[in-house]
């Protein structure tokens, strides 16, 4: 029975694999230098057959390496993560000459964006092609290319919530981290604007992480209170910093704003701290508003 990825097989070319491998044409000229794909050493690519599970490779030229990764991964249907890797933004190690952050996010989405249209010149007499959608690859007929829909959740409910990891899982396997960020700070601000949605209240700023909660805070009655027990202070203090923590992070770290040489990077640690404070955030808001 043919699997989804059997599509991939018009990729099966000499030309695709030396493309895939760096040993391609220059495809972006930025500041009067030139840049393609990123360069794979036969070392690096052996790694990767072996990240891969693919343990009995051959090897060769380094473009046999390509050979065999793509055959194994449209055996076993792992096509789309495979391109997803090779086409994420950290491989682009070629691109680190640039210093502004926001010319590299630009310069990597040109690249890509070329490099399909190459690889779609190279199989156009297959009547298919390479596409990229919602963040996954996929091959189809020229000019088919399908409507991904996405399925219409309630928003404040646990199972949405807690789907936030899922929702993250493809940022992670690449390497994307800011994107893990953007995707937890969206989600909380989501579950705030549903609460007071919900209970008619008018937002007072939208976009405004740490304002919404404030608002919600008030609704709730969750401020800290003479009255309360100590450790309940405490930990309402608590969420309140992680709020504001992850806010501050979203605007001066994430993919959502492109902020030049004070743009740091992010790493799967503080990425999954984030996504889980996220996740426990927004089960506890849920939680309150249900009691």
């Known amino acids: 029975m043919a699997g989804k990825d059997d599509n991939f097989k018009v990729l099966k070319k000499k030309e695709i694999y030396e493309f895939l491998e760096g040993n391609g044409p220059s495809l972006v000229t930025h500041n009067g230098t030139e840049y393609g794909l990123p360069y794979y050493t036969a070392t690096q690519l052996s790694s990767l057959c072996t990240e891969f599970g693919l343990t009995d490779v051959v090897g ?3 473009w046999c390496y390509v050979e065999e990764l793509l055959d ?3 055996e076993q249907q792992r096509c789309d993560e495979l391109f997803r890797f090779l086409f994420s933004e950290k491989q682009f190690t070629n691109l680190q000459d640039i210093a502004d952050m926001n010319e590299v996010d630009e310069v990597y989405r040109q690249i890509v964006k070329k490099a399909i249209e ?8 297959s009547r298919k092609e390479l596409v990229l ?16 829909e996405t399925p219409k959740l309630n928003v404040r409910s646990i199972p949405y919530v807690q789907g936030l990891r899922e929702r993250c899982n493809d940022d992670f396997n690449s390497g994307n981290y ?4 953007t995707k937890s700070r969206t989600t909380m601000e989501e579950i705030l604007v549903q609460l007071l949605e919900e209970n008619h209240v008018e937002q007072i700023s939208k976009g405004d992480l ?3 909660y404030n608002q919600v805070k ?3 009655n969750m401020q800290q209170r003479n009255e309360n027990d100590k450790r ?11 709020v504001q923590s992850i806010a501050e992070m979203r605007n001066a770290n994430s993919d959502a704003h492109g902020v030049g040489s004070r743009r740091i990077a992010i790493r799967e640690c503080e990425a999954r701290l984030v996504m889980n404070s996220a996740i426990t955030f927004c089960e506890y808001m849920i939680s309150v508003h249900d009691k």
């Open 133 to 148: 959608i919602n963040g996954h690859f996929m091959i189809v007929g020229v000019g088919k290319a399908p409507v991904i």
């Open 118 to 125: 190459h690889i779609n010149y190279s199989i156009r007499l």
């Open 178 to 181: 800011d994107s893990v960020i």
């Open 218 to 220: 008030s609704l709730f």
């Open 232 to 242: 309940v202070n405490n930990m309402l203090s608590g969420l309140e910093k992680i």
């Open 210 to 212: 740490l304002k919404l």
């Open 72 to 74: 194994y991964a449209i």
């Open 60 to 62: 060769g030229s380094r």
